[in-house]
């Protein structure tokens, strides 16, 4: 059982690049997450899913984009980096019941 | 918006000693639930303890207990016997369990997090 893992772990990109994070959980669960946490912050929620095939915004979701094509599976997107992109990400899932929520180890981007 | 304050950027506790750790939180809500969870320098999110706001009785996890002042609003974590393998960063966490009418996103709301620092 891994629970939440994310690839890649480290990343480093050009401003104007794309590329993809993907985040897998083998627990079954309904609910994922995305979170970035930047220097002196606690965790931001960028885009969530309850279901397969359903998506949704968070608190910081621009320029950012999400797919639940397979339950197991959440996809974080970065269409065009920019360097306020610089940050940890972290996955997140859970059950529907309770709530809390368990992680990921986490991707640093770097975009320069 | 929910929003979930820690005032201490910074703790230090001599090894074996108890420490708390403050998180306060604004909301209108009656039900809803608090979370600590750890960051040790590995960076993996580690769940510490969880408390439902229904609950009056604090909850407790073997060296972690919380202090839950729901009319204060305020949700404190006690660490006993510190050891220093609790050295990381601490958030407090808010979620509630229903969506606001406007239409408030799913998730949990972090405080910014306080640092705590082990003596040996």
């Known amino acids: 059982n891994a629970g939440v893992t994310q690839t890649p772990k480290f990343r480093v990109l050009k401003t104007g690049q794309s590329m993809t994070l993907l985040c897998a959980q083998d627990?079954?669960?309904?609910?994922m997450y995305w979170y970035r946490q930047d220097p002196g912050m606690g965790l931001r929620l960028i885009h969530y899913s309850v279901g397969e095939g359903t998506t949704a915004k968070g608190e910081v979701p621009d320029g950012y984009n999400v797919s639940r094509l397979k339950k197991q599976n959440f996809l974080l997107g970065l269409e065009s980096a920019a360097p306020s992109q610089t940050s940890v990400y972290f996955c997140a899932s859970r059950r529907t019941r309770p709530y809390e929520q368990y992680f990921g180890p986490g991707t640093r981007l770097t975009v320069t | 918006a929910q929003t979930v304050t820690q005032s201490q950027p910074e703790m230090s506790v001599q090894e074996a000693e108890t420490v708390t750790l403050s998180c306060t939180y604004d909301t209108s809500e009656s039900d809803y639930y608090l979370f600590w969870y750890k960051q040790p320098p590995s960076r993996q999110m580690i769940l510490v303890i969880r408390?439902?706001?229904?609950?009056?009785q604090n909850a407790t996890e073997n060296r972690f207990s919380v202090n839950f002042q729901k009319a204060a609003k305020s949700f404190s974590l006690k660490i006993s016997d510190s050891q220093l393998g609790d050295a990381a960063m601490y958030f407090c966490a808010y979620r509630s369990p229903v969506l606001t009418s406007g239409g408030g996103a799913d998730g949990l709301t972090f405080g910014k997090g306080t640092h705590l620092i082990i003596q040996p």
């Open positions: 627990m079954n669960h309904e609910y």
């Open positions: 408390q439902e706001a229904y609950k009056q």
